[in-house]
């Protein structure tokens, strides 16, 4: 079993900035990659971004790709088993629980065994 344990999340005004990091921990060897969803009220959870285990590896999906020029990037710190999330110039759409999710294997971006409890960010105009 992996644990994950999200963190970070908060009330933001428009245009301000957040850092979300997911701490694994527990059978964690053997991780394939790690990810970040999000979930908007009245909507489907949708994939956000993910990193593999090793960290030298990104994907992002095509609603924010266009903004990783502005900072919004997953990272990691392997010695901490920590992935972030960081956000910039966020936006009232941006408003959603945040999930950070880990695969066992190799999988879809979509598909994660293990998921944490969520974090919720909030942004307002």
């Known amino acids: 079993q992996v644990q994950l344990v999200e963190s970070g999340g908060g009330l933001v005004q428009a245009g301000g900035s957040l850092r979300l990091s997911c701490t694994a921990s527990g059978r964690t060897s053997g991780t394939y990659r790690m990810g970040w969803f999000r979930q908007a009220p009245g909507k489907e959870r949708e994939f956000v971004a993910a990193?593999?285990?090793?960290?030298?590896?990104?994907?992002?999906?095509?609603s924010v790709k266009g903004r990783f020029a502005i900072g919004f990037a997953i990272s990691k710190d392997n010695a901490k088993n920590t992935v972030y999330l960081q956000m910039n110039s966020l936006k009232p759409e941006d408003t959603a629980v945040y999930y950070c999710?880990?695969?066992?294997?190799?999988?879809?971006?979509?598909?994660?065994?293990?998921w944490g409890q969520g974090t919720q960010v909030t942004v307002s105009s």
């Open positions: 990193i593999s285990w090793s960290g030298r590896s990104t994907y992002y999906a095509d």
């Open positions: 999710a880990s695969q066992k294997r190799p999988a879809a971006l979509s598909e994660y065994d293990y």
